[in-house]
């Protein structure tokens, strides 16, 4: 299908070890964001990439995460020195435009535990 | 204090029941609201746009209160495949985040 992708889906990793999670945008939409979902919580903004514009990184929660995104498509979510707390569901979304259009359309997500 | 404030619920109904939801923002200078959908282990989707004058969706209606800051949903007709939680949604005038609340959860019985 043309959806979000995203990987893995899940992923068991010991505290302190680095992860990367992995979002395909849906192709042609300039507006990507990341947001993490724990258990009962709501869904939390991370970060947002619109075109080749500077990252809105207000979201991310410590200097342990940071994201890239090369050439406009793909985007990776990188958690340094994992700690259990980051234990969540990471969604990545994307939309045609970003701004005030609404529709994300979101991937399925990485479910991560840190042991 | 969260940007968007959604009673959990759940909220239990018998199919063919009305429900409402209502949901409070706090920041003022939000202007753009919506309603999404997120089934059990599922991710979000879209399921309306809300806007000051009200917008209708077949069974689902959506309306803005923006002098007392809160949205509501309407679901007329309850169906058993309605049972999810509903997460509202609101978007600042600056910046890109959409802010979500937790969402309310429901159930539509037989």
Not at chain 1, 2 to 14: D, I, M, R
Not at chain 1, 83 to 89: K, L, N, R, T
């Amino acid at each position: 299908g043309a959806g979000v992708s995203q990987s893995p889906s899940n992923k068991v990793t010991e505290k302190g070890k680095d992860v990367e999670l992995r979002c395909d945008p849906i192709s042609g939409h300039t507006a990507l964001y990341w947001y993490r979902q724990s258990l009962g919580q709501g869904l939390e903004f991370l970060i947002y990439f619109q075109g080749n514009s500077a990252p809105d990184k207000s979201g991310l929660p410590s200097d342990r995460f940071s994201a890239e995104r090369t050439g406009g498509s793909v985007s990776t979510l990188t958690i340094q020195r994992t700690q259990q707390e980051d234990s969540a569901v990471y969604l990545c979304a994307s939309s045609l435009y970003g701004g005030d259009a609404g529709e994300l359309f979101f991937g399925e997500g990485s479910r991560l535990t840190v042991l | 204090r969260k940007e968007v404030e959604q009673d959990p619920g759940p909220f239990n109904v018998p199919e063919g029941a009305t429900v409402a939801f209502n949901c409070t923002y706090s920041n003022s200078a939000s202007q753009s609201f919506f309603w999404y959908r997120q089934d059990c282990r599922k991710e979000p989707k879209l399921l309306m746009s809300v806007y000051s004058s009200g917008n209708e969706d077949g069974r689902f209606t959506a309306q803005l209160n923006r002098a007392s800051q809160y949205i509501s949903l309407l679901i007329r007709d309850s169906k058993l495949s309605d049972s999810a939680t509903y997460l509202c949604v609101a978007k600042a005038n600056s910046g890109y985040a959409l802010n979500f609340g937790k969402g309310t959860s429901l159930l539509v019985t037989p």
